[in-house]
């Protein structure tokens, strides 16, 4: 079997020196990135989509997160090793081509530029939802090109820009959820005025849809997980991108722990898990409601807004360094690569408009070419975290013999966890193909990858003979 030759190194920049005008600039602080690891935990998936979660597992749906959020961190882990030890805008896509090949990275970094695209159309029409919903007789579809004019525009400008935004959108999205685990514990401790501790009342019945029922909860919960990835991206345009993806990284075990399985725990223990509410308003506005907190639906659609609108932000930033980086190393249209001001320009306004047009065809084809798409990007972030994982490994040996001092962040008990999580990634294609609901789009995402891995393969052939 031919190997892929490792690519030299970036040649070294004189320290202060300032970036040339094709370069991205380092203008993200410390603090950003510490916000941005923290807002990619806590997303729309969080506060409505594992409603239907607890519906399928019940309380059991706290041992769904807890497997599935051990998996995340394995996957978090062996991305810091390899984005500390090669920093790059490209991420996972960046090191997918340095350990398999350029049609690695080709096929990880189109699909998820897909799906980053696609979920900014989703994450605009959940907000205008919202926003319509205050303003009856408002057309969504105004409020949801509004909203990309206004993310387009912000990452457009300056790098700092973004990451401003991100930081106050995160600090919003922490502080509510961390109000909301505090009153959560309080009640269930019986110390919160007015409200009587249900105990383990609600806990009795802890698998009530059995196995079936944990795997739908599992999978639900895999894919509530997905965001971490962008703070890898961010990293390399940070003032001290090897310190900045590390921290993130070493914290991600607590982040998961208190905001996801915490959360999840609190609300199993404090609503009842069949309760409809659960599904219809979302799991902690049910809660809330339990707990007689007046205005909880109103406060909760604020915080569920500020989480799509941050997201919006955060997945026109990644789409837009994906496309560049990609481009940047010969995998895309040279157009996608200009960089005018430290910023990917075209890349952000091709993100963008990928996404407005996801917007529009949710109005004009919903039944058919929309919810193909949708079907198309349902198991990406699987594909990605599977081309992760292989990469670290061949990296890791790599990187031991090459560049031992550059294992600022290591994998733990190497190899063994890496094979663990690879294990783990094929059990849920399994139970995704053994799932109805899930089945589809396992299938549909499967066809686009082969589809773009055969390109990627082509091109690198192609470019081999040349």
Known sequence: MTTTP??????????????????????LKQRHLSMIALGGVIGAGLFVGSGAGIAAAG?????????????????????????????????FSAHAERAIGPWAGFTAGWAFWVLLCTAVGLEGIGAAKIVSGWLPGTPE??????FMVVFCAV????????????????????GAISLFLVLGVLAIAGLLPGTDSPGTDHL?????????????????????YGGLETVTIAAAESEDPVRGVAGAVRTAMWRIALFYIGSMAVVVTLVPWDSPAVVEKGPYVATLDQLGIPGAGQLMNVVVLVALLSAMNANIYGASRIAYSLVARGQGPKALG?????????????????????????????????????????AVILVVWIFIAVSQLRLRRRLEREAPGALVVRMWAFPVLTWVALAGMVTVFVLMAREP????QL??????????????YARQRRRATT
Do not use: Q
Not at 160 to 170: D, I, L, M, N, V
Not at 338 to 351: C, D, E, K, L, N
């Open 6 to 27: 490792t690519p030299p190194p970036a040649p070294a920049k004189t320290p202060g020196a300032a970036p040339a005008p094709t370069d991205l600039t380092h203008g």
């Open 437 to 440: 609901g899930t089945r589809v």
């Open 155 to 174: 990452n457009l400008a300056a790098v700092r820009s973004f990451g401003e935004f991100e930081f106050w959108f995160a600090a919003l999205k922490v």
């Open 204 to 224: 009795g019945d802890f698998l009530p849809g059995g196995g079936e029922g944990l795997v739908i909860g599992l999978l639900a919960s895999v894919f509530a």
């Open 141 to 146: 579809w105004a409020w949801v090109a509004l």
């Open 443 to 456: 299938y549909s995402t499967g066809a686009m990858t082969l589809a773009l891995a055969a390109l990627g």
């Open 59 to 91: 309380p059991s749906i706290v041992v769904a997160y807890t497997l599935s959020g051990l998996l995340v961190m394995l996957v978090m882990r062996m991305l810091g090793e390899m984005s500390a030890a090669y920093p790059s805008s490209g991420s």
């Open 338 to 378: 200009r960089v005018s001001g430290g910023v990917p320009r075209t890349a952000v306004a091709a993100s963008s408009v990928f996404g407005f047009g996801c917007v529009l065809l949710s109005y004009w084809r919903p039944d058919d070419v929309f919810s193909w798409l949708l079907n198309m990007i349902g």
